[in-house]
């Protein structure tokens, strides 16, 4: 059994597999997690290996009392992944995108795809039918939206996430939620569109904490699984072991 810990910019997400079956899976912030996920360790005995990627301010050292339980292995930009790397600046890319990346590679083979992970930001990332990994683009998330409307102007406030599908705001709150949700939706889209064009033989995965919450609104056929991101480090692990 594995245990896979996706250290991300706002939350953490873990999840147990037996092989490439999902047995677990939590979400939470960053109180209290080591004793969370020990609680994990000491609950699932035959957990022998934990595979973690790590984008927030946790140190590795912060991580070591996982030793004492399982192996603990990291996952970096310098390991090996399944396709070849174009981007100008692999120092530069997050582990979260090659990750993402290198899911989509083992799971849909020789056909082009872009991985949209919607989070905090908003990131997309290109791999094509050959397995050459081109880059994508990065924007702000909905969480993001919100947050910019309400700390760069004077007065208008700071929403949650609605389910408003109007086109038309007749309200400061309404208009709102029209200009960050339709925006998303607008610029996925457009994205999906262009890459389409350029394209063929093509899929779009959508994932990320707003993935289920997006995936009714787009106009485009997608595959919406939130938890791509923590199958395709279990995958990827499983891929380096193997070789």
Known sequence: MNLIVDLGNSKIKVAVFENDTLILREVYGYGDWKNKIENILKKNENISNVVVSNVSNVSNDDLSFINRYSKLFFISVSGKFPFKNLYET????????????AGAVLTYPKVNRLVIDAGTCITYD?????????GGAISPGIRLRYEALHNYTAKLPLLEKDDYDELIGSSTVTSIHSGVLNGVCGEIDSFINRYSEEYKNFIIILTGG??????????NTIFANPNFLLESLNQLFQYNQHD
Do not use: C, M, Q, S
Request: charged share 35%; aromatic share 10%; net charge negative.
């Open 210 to 219: 707003d993935a289920e919450f997006l995936a009714k609104r787009l106009k």
């Open 90 to 101: 692999p120092k530069t890319l997050g582990i979260d995108r090659v990750v993402l990346a």
């Open 126 to 134: 290109f791999i094509d039918e050959l397995d050459n990994y081109h």
